[in-house]
């Protein structure tokens, strides 16, 4: 966990492997980061467990057509303004748990953030399954992890609880969709509040000033 | 229906005068569309009819504890940022239907634009009851129009059926939230995204060529 400048805020970047505006905002996040000085810490969460308290039992991009259809024109336009390159994953959604699981491992280490990216990547540019641990491997190896060890952790009960902990805190802070940032108090929801949220981190309360 | 500069394209704002986030556009696109040389019609529809079409009763921010509390604090923000006044209008929602109509007749006089300003004045700010014929009555009287005959025309079937058309046809364009903005094919959702439809207005594909 990281140290801002003096006086600057950390932003908590609640993040689901699953989501495409995750995505958008995974991809993002660092430049914005260092550009303001703002540290931020990565905190996967269960996102669909938050869905299945609101009686989901899918995404509400499935759930609602027109909703969906928008959503993934929506975010095709705005990979394309960040130039980044974007592939709709089939199915929607993946099943991202032992990858939330690997990344909580890795995020212990020093290539969590690497293996998050690179999980990113194969989900939403390269339409691979990060339902299984042979991409979520390779992944890991990307990193500069170690395959076979991370997926060893990653099935411990310890990761598990942990994970499911998380899925706990995020709830209690207001989460209940993805990407979230929170800085102290204040939560911001979507790729379209990022820098919303990192302002809020440099300046306290500079939105109201700006 | 205004004509923009030659080959710029017209945005159709379609607001919800119940809609938070309707408002924050509704206050924001004039000085937008007089920035850019893009014309917007301004369509009133009925998002409860859409929502009911979902199988929701009541606003989704009312359905989801959490979604509602993100949403209050955050139009808060935004309004802020905007220099917007801002006050949670009780009971939410408010009953719109009439507004609609009326907001319809005005329209076609040219009443109506001031007429819904006055209008999400009264329920975002003032904490009026939108749904009142004589609140309606004062926001006719301000922005210029006749009262006594804005309302009776607004009860007439045709009004109504004109109404429920327009939502029709939101619907047929894929509307499923609001406020929503329709340029030629393509749909933006969110006041979020009134920038990104005023963008693509001016220039066609302006968005992945920034």
């Known amino acids: 966990m990281g140290i801002g400048r003096?006086?600057?805020?950390?932003?908590?970047?609640?993040?689901?492997?699953?989501?495409?505006?995750?995505?958008?905002?995974?991809?993002?996040?660092?430049?914005?980061?260092a550009a303001s000085g703002v540290a931020v810490t990565w905190r996967p969460f269960v996102l669909g467990a938050i869905f299945?308290?609101?009686?989901?039992?899918?995404?509400?991009?499935?759930?609602?057509?027109?909703?969906?259809?928008?959503?993934?024109?929506?975010?095709?336009?705005r990979a394309a303004t960040y130039r980044l390159p974007f592939r709709p994953p089939t199915p929607f959604p993946q099943n991202s748990l032992l990858a939330h699981r690997v990344a909580l491992v890795g995020l212990d280490a020093d290539w969590g953030k690497a293996f998050v990216l690179e999980a990113y990547r194969a989900g939403f540019a390269n339409d691979q399954d990060v339902g299984s641990p042979e991409v979520l491997g390779t992944?890991?190896?990307?990193?500069?992890?170690?395959?076979g060890r991370a997926l060893a952790e990653a099935g411990l009960t310890e990761t598990k609880e942990r994970l499911h902990d998380a899925t706990a805190e995020a709830c209690s802070k207001g989460v209940f969709g993805a990407p979230s940032f929170v800085v102290g108090d204040e939560l911001f929801w979507g790729d379209d509040r990022l820098e919303d949220a990192i302002q809020w981190a440099v300046g306290g309360h500079a939105l109201q000033q700006a």
Request: hydrophobic letters at 40%; glycine letters at 8%; one cysteine or more.
């Open 139 to 147: 992944c890991v190896a990307w990193a500069g992890g170690e395959p």
């Open 6 to 33: 003096v006086g600057r805020r950390t932003v908590e970047f609640w993040f689901e492997l699953a989501s495409p505006y995750s995505y958008l905002s995974a991809l993002r996040i660092d430049a914005l980061s």
């Open 52 to 77: 299945k308290n609101q009686g989901l039992t899918t995404s509400p991009f499935n759930v609602d057509a027109a909703k969906g259809r928008h959503m993934w024109r929506d975010v095709e336009r």
